[in-house]
């Protein structure tokens, strides 16, 4: 009569499942500008990341002798399509499939499935791939209607830094990932999520604010002399800070917690985007902080009520 699950026990009327397929359809308008900008190919990556995620999930969940309608809890099919974001539109068709390899199996799978991984899945095949095929992952498709199909420089790599206009990396006019260029479609989808009260705002708050404030004073020429809001408009952080470093599985409990989990991001972001050799951070530091949630939920915890401290 009781279903029993594994501590934290949060009440809400949410279950994992309907959180899944909510985040996959606030994820939808994102999806429909990366296909409008870059053309078809982007819905075949996306398709293919997609049902690799769910057949490699299924493999080995029949290799580990469990239900196979676990899949349907949507986990696997928000993964797949989150990978995908994080691909140029114009990658080979097994990129996505040793991807979608690395994030169900090694970032998911090995740990005990849902609710029991340390690092996103989705970051853990962008990772992958970015560390063994960089070339792949590096080059960018422009949109359909500029007059070169292919482009070398993102916003954010030093050939192609403040060579945009905000209009243009507002609306997604440039080379990028797939999901993450349209930052009007991803708004359109972080106001449904807010609405819906499946996310909170306070770690993508602490995460593009730190970025925002960091590029300001160090990210020009002198002193308080950057452009916090090419660093906003510019790549994966506001994909990275609503959709990934939001997940419940890999990010703090307390609201103290996820502010501070949200500044190391931020930190994190700026450092390896001013001094690192990738022009893009996010990735790096989502992971980076998902490892130390542990000890932030630590010091973080919400005191027991009736507790009295020794000493006292």
């Known amino acids: 009569m009781f279903r029993v699950s594994p501590a934290p026990h949060i009440k809400s009327n949410l279950s994992s499942r309907k959180i899944m397929y ?95 991984n340390i690092f996103n899945p989705a970051l853990v095949g962008r ?87 960091l590029a300001w004073i160090f990210g020009g020429k002198g002193i308080f002399q950057g452009d916090p809001i090419f660093h906003l408009l510019a790549g994966g952080l506001i994909l990275g800070a609503f959709f990934m470093a939001t997940d419940y599985v890999t990010s703090p409990l307390t609201r103290r917690g996820k502010i501070i989990f949200g500044i190391g991001c931020g930190l994190l972001t700026i450092l390896i985007r001013l001094k690192g050799g990738y022009p893009e951070g996010v990735s790096y530091a989502i992971l980076f902080m998902n490892a130390m949630v542990p000890m932030i939920d630590r010091y973080t915890k919400t005191r027991k009520y009736g507790l009295v401290k020794k000493g006292r």
């Open 22 to 116: 909510l985040v996959m359809l606030a994820l939808l308008p994102a999806g429909i500008a990366g296909v409008y900008i870059y053309g078809l190919c982007s819905l075949k990556v996306i398709f293919i990341s997609m049902a690799s995620c769910v057949l490699w999930e299924l493999l080995f969940l029949k290799f580990r002798h469990k239900d196979p309608r676990i899949v349907l809890d949507g986990s696997a099919l928000l993964t797949g399509l989150l990978l995908a974001y994080n691909l140029p539109p114009e990658v080979p068709f097994w990129i996505p499939v040793v991807g979608a390899w690395a994030s169900i199996i090694l970032g998911k799978q090995l740990f005990g499935g849902l609710g029991h």
């Open 127 to 213: 990772v992958f791939l970015q560390i063994s095929w960089p070339v792949y992952m590096t080059t960018w498709k422009n949109p359909r209607w500029a007059l070169d199909s292919v482009s070398t420089a993102t916003p954010l790599a030093k050939e192609g830094a403040r060579s945009f206009s905000y209009i243009d990396l507002f609306l997604g006019n440039h080379g990028g990932c797939i999901g993450e260029v349209c930052i009007l479609a991803l708004l359109i989808g972080v106001l449904f999520l807010i609405f819906t009260n499946v996310i909170s705002f306070h770690t993508p708050l602490s995460f593009f604010g730190t970025v925002m404030v």
